[in-house]
């Protein structure tokens, strides 16, 4: 059992905490995961009694975890129920987190503030728990991305938080990190010795990650209109998969062994140049298209974005890690809204043979990690294809997590929320890896900012612009589902 716990969620009626966090939450009380007496307090303007927002989150449940809650059965969301009380309270008014000690000082227990706000009330919110004094050293910060805009802006969230709180105190969270996949990719690659020697320059041609997205922008037009993709997707999540693919075996699990080697990664990301940055960097914005049969509208009509907005919300880019293991190696990341499908993934492109003695055309193999929306681990191979003469074909060997192990695969947000309450870093980002990342961000965005124009349209529906097509086949390859069976 773990230990008792007091969760204070800023911005506790949100659209992240009630479609993600109180779910997530949910399913480990369901797995006995969390302490009996643990309390999840939920802070917001709105006024509203505990029984009132309880039904809120019970709606919520019902709505993102249907088949969980009706598994789970009426009692146990009732009992989870019973951990929340509501807090109304400003979180600009200084006054007001008096209550809220109040309510903490009755118990003995780890204090966690999880800040599921914008980044415009870090401010005030670290301010009212310093003046409360409930910034003492046993307590814990979350912080929800985006952390800033931009290197400046950073480097500002993460002084004032720093201000109040040790970093050892500080959780950044990348939800990217605790899915299932990418935990497995560490044990594929660090349980196993059989990638080890091939997973170098030597060997391995070209990388490749995307996360794609079927969905739009959904309700939050606004905030995304003001960030596009590379904020959003790529400074963190499509970072940090990199990182993990591209680090060195860290000396253990510990929180700093292994965001070290992470740091060393974006250390060594190949700077960018003006001739890099006009070469390497594919922007583009969704036009209305056709998904899965439906009509979808283009992204300029979406509510909350500005007409003739000229935010992307597709990036493609190729850069390159310089260091002994993988200089020379192409990295192609993607991200985009409203592409073909729901799908990321990690593709290592291996080495063609050196030499054929078959027929036609030996494909290279290659070793496909989907993060979702299956769990999958394929190595693409060449066989004899069945018949006369010695015809290759390609066929892939497929392991996949969901027939191999059949308990729950615990969501993202889960993993990380227990990893909080057990004080568990190691999947979250510190500040120096922050600051690595947007260090190498920064002129990225001050080209396009320099730069001005639109991106590229593509159509709704589609893998992103041709543009993308055109900057893997500069580097002699293809975006795998170009290269599909
Ligand atoms: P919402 O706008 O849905 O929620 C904001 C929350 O903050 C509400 O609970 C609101 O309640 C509360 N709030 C606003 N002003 C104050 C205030 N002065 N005092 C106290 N509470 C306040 O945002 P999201 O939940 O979508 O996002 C929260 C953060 O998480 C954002 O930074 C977002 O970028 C990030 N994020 C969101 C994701 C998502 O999928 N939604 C994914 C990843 C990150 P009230 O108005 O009642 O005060
Ligand atoms: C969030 C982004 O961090 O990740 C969203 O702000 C995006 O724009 C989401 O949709 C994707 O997460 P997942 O887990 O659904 O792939």
């Given at each position: 059992?773990?230990?008792?716990?007091?969760?204070?969620i800023?911005?506790?009626?949100?659209d992240l905490?009630l479609?993600?966090?109180?779910?997530?939450?949910?399913?480990?009380?369901?797995?006995?995961?969390?302490?009996r007496?643990?309390r999840?307090i939920?802070?917001?303007?709105?006024?509203?009694?505990?029984?009132?927002?309880r039904?809120?989150?019970?709606?919520?449940?019902?709505?993102?975890?249907?088949?969980?809650?009706?598994?789970?059965?009426?009692?146990?969301?009732?009992?989870?129920l019973s951990?929340?009380?509501?807090?109304?309270?400003?979180a600009?008014?200084?006054?007001?987190?008096?209550?809220?000690?109040?309510?903490?000082?009755e118990r003995?227990?780890q204090?966690?503030?999880?800040?599921s706000?914008?980044?415009?009330?870090?401010?005030?919110i670290?301010?009212?728990?310093?003046?409360?004094?409930?910034?003492?050293?046993?307590?814990?910060?979350?912080l929800?991305?985006?952390?800033g805009?931009?290197l400046?802006?950073?480097?500002e969230?993460?002084d004032l938080v720093?201000?109040?709180?040790?970093?050892?105190?500080?959780?950044?969270?990348?939800?990217?990190?605790?899915?299932?996949?990418?935990?497995?990719?560490?044990a594929?690659?660090?349980?196993?010795?059989?990638?080890e020697?091939?997973?170098?320059?030597?060997?391995?041609?070209?990388?490749q990650?995307t996360?794609?997205?079927?969905?739009?922008?959904e309700?939050?037009?606004?905030?995304?209109?003001?960030?596009?993709?590379?904020?959003?997707?790529?400074?963190?999540?499509?970072?940090?998969?990199?990182?993990?693919?591209?680090?060195?075996?860290?000396?253990?699990?510990?929180p700093?062994a292994?965001?070290?080697?992470?740091?060393?990664?974006?250390?060594?990301?190949?700077?960018?140049t003006?001739?890099?940055?006009?070469?390497?960097?594919?922007?583009?914005?969704?036009?209305?298209?056709?998904?899965?049969?439906?009509?979808?509208?283009?992204?300029?009509?979406?509510?909350?974005v500005?007409?003739?907005s000229?935010?992307e919300?597709?990036?493609?880019?190729?850069?390159?890690?310089?260091?002994?293991?993988w200089?020379?190696?192409?990295?192609?990341?993607?991200?985009?809204?409203?592409?073909?499908?729901r799908?990321?993934?990690l593709?290592?492109?291996?080495n063609?043979?050196?030499?054929?003695?078959f027929?036609g055309?030996?494909?290279?193999?290659?070793?496909?990690?989907?993060?979702?929306?299956e769990?999958?681990v394929?190595?693409?191979?060449?066989?004899?294809?069945?018949?006369?003469?010695?015809?290759?074909?390609?066929?892939?060997?497929?392991l996949?997590?969901?027939?191999?192990?059949?308990?729950?695969?615990?969501d993202?947000y889960?993993?990380?929320?227990?990893?909080?309450?057990?004080g568990?870093?190691?999947?979250?980002?510190?500040?120096d890896?922050?600051?690595?990342a947007?260090?190498?961000?920064?002129?990225?965005?001050?080209?396009w900012?320099?730069?001005?124009?639109t991106p590229i349209?593509?159509a709704?529906?589609s893998?992103?612009?041709?543009?993308?097509?055109?900057?893997?086949a500069?580097?002699?390859?293809?975006?795998?589902?170009?290269?599909?069976?």
């Amino acid at each position: 059992m773990d230990n008792n716990f007091d969760l204070v969620i800023f911005g506790g009626t949100g659209d992240l905490a009630l479609r993600k966090l109180y779910p997530a939450l949910f399913m480990a009380d369901c797995d006995g995961r969390l302490h009996r007496e643990g309390r999840i307090i939920a802070a917001a303007r709105q006024t509203l009694d505990d029984s009132a927002f309880r039904t809120r989150v019970s709606e919520a449940l019902s709505r993102f975890i249907p088949s969980m809650v009706t598994s789970a059965g009426e009692a146990r969301v009732a009992a989870f129920l019973s951990r929340i009380t509501y807090l109304a309270l400003d979180a600009t008014n200084v006054e007001q987190y008096r209550a809220l000690k109040a309510s903490l000082n009755e118990r003995d227990s780890q204090t966690v503030f999880y800040l599921s706000v914008g980044p415009s009330l870090f401010p005030a919110i670290v301010g009212g728990l310093k003046a409360a004094d409930l910034n003492t050293p046993d307590t814990r910060i979350v912080l929800e991305k985006p952390l800033g805009r931009d290197l400046v802006s950073s480097r500002e969230i993460n002084d004032l938080v720093l201000g109040a709180f040790a970093e050892s105190q500080v959780y950044r969270i990348d939800h990217y990190l605790g899915k299932e996949t990418v935990q497995n990719l560490l044990a594929l690659r660090f349980g196993n010795t059989l990638l080890e020697p091939l997973w170098n320059r030597s060997w391995v041609r070209d990388v490749q990650i995307t996360i794609a997205e079927a969905v739009g922008v959904e309700t939050r037009g606004e905030f995304y209109d003001s960030t596009g993709a590379f904020r959003d997707m790529v400074q963190n999540h499509l970072l940090n998969l990199l990182c993990i693919t591209a680090m060195e075996p860290p000396s253990s699990l510990d929180p700093d062994a292994v965001r070290d080697e992470k740091l060393q990664v974006l250390r060594s990301l190949k700077p960018w140049t003006r001739e890099s940055l006009r070469e390497n960097l594919v922007r583009g914005q969704y036009r209305a298209g056709l998904l899965r049969g439906e009509q979808v509208p283009a992204y300029t009509s979406e509510q909350g974005v500005a007409a003739g907005s000229a935010t992307e919300t597709y990036v493609a880019l190729r850069t390159e890690v310089g260091n002994w293991r993988w200089a020379g190696v192409p990295f192609y990341l993607r991200t985009g809204k409203r592409m073909a499908e729901r799908r990321a993934e990690l593709v290592i492109n291996f080495n063609p043979p050196p030499h054929s003695i078959f027929e036609g055309v030996l494909a290279p193999n290659r070793l496909v990690i989907t993060l979702q929306p299956e769990e999958s681990v394929r190595l693409y191979t060449m066989a004899k294809a069945p018949g006369d003469g010695m015809r290759l074909r390609e066929v892939f060997l497929d392991l996949d997590f969901h027939e191999f192990f059949r308990e729950r695969r615990q969501d993202a947000y889960e993993r990380l929320l227990l990893d909080v309450l057990r004080g568990n870093a190691t999947l979250f980002m510190r500040r120096d890896e922050a600051d690595a990342a947007w260090r190498w961000c920064q002129p990225v965005l001050d080209f396009w900012a320099a730069e001005g124009g639109t991106p590229i349209g593509y159509a709704a529906g589609s893998w992103g612009p041709p543009a993308s097509s055109r900057l893997t086949a500069v580097g002699g390859t293809a975006w795998h589902e170009e290269l599909q069976l």
